[in-house]
């Protein structure tokens, strides 16, 4: 998946905590690698911590963003978005995120008459009765024309 697609999925406000949290910690690994430097060794020792704190933070952020993307895409297929970022949170060794993209519904369509999401196997919507119509792709398998056997 493309970074700009992915960053468009994610709403805004994670975003700007992702930022905020990658400047926070390397903010705090300075300040850390200043408290605990020697007059002689400063800017090696704020340099490493501020580096650590860095990686740190990044990898953070990251973790946030990809809760972003499962509680938005969650959304966008009529899904309980609540609940897939506390499975996706708080599973260990990133299972959470890969049970979440095993189980995950296709994404939901919008009535054509009054606009409220319809999940894809309803006939009719929920919300003004109006019929709903599937997708081209639905369709079973392609079979030859009776006018084609004949000319061949």
Request: glycine share 8%.
């Amino acid at each position: 998946m493309k970074l700009r697609r992915f960053l468009s999925i994610v709403p805004k406000t994670v975003q700007l905590w992702a930022w905020v949290l990658v400047g926070c910690a390397l903010l705090i690994g300075l300040v850390v690698g200043y408290k605990t430097a020697d007059q002689g060794a400063m800017l090696r020792t704020m340099t490493t911590y501020g580096s650590a704190a860095l990686v740190l933070g990044i990898v953070l952020a990251i973790w946030l963003l990809c809760l972003g993307f499962v509680f938005a895409d969650a959304r966008r297929r009529d899904m309980r978005s609540a609940l897939w970022v506390l499975v996706a949170a708080l599973f260990p060794h990133l299972l959470g995120f890969l049970l979440y993209f095993v189980m995950r519904h296709p994404i939901a369509a919008t009535c054509t008459h009054c606009g409220m999401t319809v999940s894809n196997p309803q006939r009719f919507c929920s919300w003004c009765g109006t019929a709903q119509f599937q997708p081209n792709s639905a369709k079973g398998p392609l079979t030859a024309n009776p006018s084609q056997g004949a000319s061949q």
